[in-house]
């Protein structure tokens, strides 16, 4: 039961980049697959990323592949999310949540249990 805080929103320029971060606090940080989804007005979360407990591995879904990167520092208790290459389509809010080992793989919100409050990106000129 993990609490989570995203933070590094803001308003970006197209083509520029950002830096999320999720913040944990609580038991076993290093236990959890964490992941990345987002919610644009109107439309249901999409998941976007997710990563091992060790983050020796990461997955990422078609619409952001090749331009953002997810990481975890174990450490910090942080996960972060580095997005390059913003379009007007990734405006969003940005939440972090987890799940387990076994589950990793998917990028459905039904199979991750606690999230953050989110931090809102918007991508506009």
């Known amino acids: 039961q993990l609490q989570l805080v995203e933070s590094g929103g803001g308003l970006v320029q197209p083509g520029g980049s950002l830096r999320l971060s999720c913040a944990a606090s609580g038991e076993a940080f290093n236990r959890y697959v964490i992941g990345w989804f987002r919610q644009a007005p109107g439309k249901e979360r999409e998941g976007i990323s997710s990563i091992t407990t060790s983050g020796d591995s990461a997955k990422y879904a078609d619409s952001v592949r090749g331009r953002f990167t997810i990481s975890r520092e174990n450490a910090k208790n942080t996960v972060y999310l580095q997005m390059n290459s913003l379009k007007p389509e990734d405006t969003g809010v940005y939440y972090c949540?987890?799940?387990?080992?076994?589950?990793?793989?998917?990028?459905?919100?039904?199979?991750?249990?606690?999230w953050g409050q989110g931090t809102q990106v918007t991508v506009s000129s």
């Open positions: 949540a987890t799940s387990f080992p076994h589950m990793y793989g998917t990028l459905h919100e039904a199979d991750f249990g606690s």
